[in-house]
């Protein structure tokens, strides 16, 4: 069975930094890419980073450009975001997903993911 687990949110001030981290399990292939997701109350659910697990290849939202870093470690089946300079506005639940239909695309689409996980909370105070 897959899944995915995120881990690492929390309460921090604006300019602090965070690290998420999904660790991913159950997979029977070794192609997809990861993307990290945020949703704010009231809010769509937003495609903010991703990364090609078989070329290392990412992509980074314009809101997050600069400031968030996504990383892969391989051999721990496990993707990081570092966030830093973080600002209120940042607050959200945040969630990675798997996309296993089109391994490559770097897709920012929630449409386009196929497993999720059950999200961590990251809360910027002011």
């Known amino acids: 069975e897959v899944q995915l687990v995120e881990s690492g949110g929390g309460l921090v001030q604006a300019g602090g930094s965070l690290r998420l981290s999904c660790a991913a399990s159950g997979f029977t292939f070794d192609d997809y890419d990861i993307g990290w997701f945020r949703q704010a109350p009231g809010k769509e659910r937003e495609g903010i980073s991703c990364?090609?697990?078989?070329?290392?290849?990412?992509y980074y939202a314009d809101s997050v450009k600069g400031r968030f870093t996504i990383s892969s470690d391989k051999a721990k089946n496990t993707v990081y975001l570092q966030m830093n300079s973080l600002k209120p506005e940042d607050t959200a639940i945040y969630y990675c997903?798997?996309?296993?239909?089109?391994?490559?695309?770097?897709?920012?689409?929630?449409?386009?993911?196929?497993?999720w996980g059950q999200g961590t909370q990251v809360t910027v105070s002011s």
């Open positions: 990364i090609s697990r078989s070329d290392g290849l990412t």
């Open positions: 997903a798997a996309d296993t239909l089109y391994p490559g695309r770097l897709s920012s689409a929630t449409m386009d993911y196929d497993y």
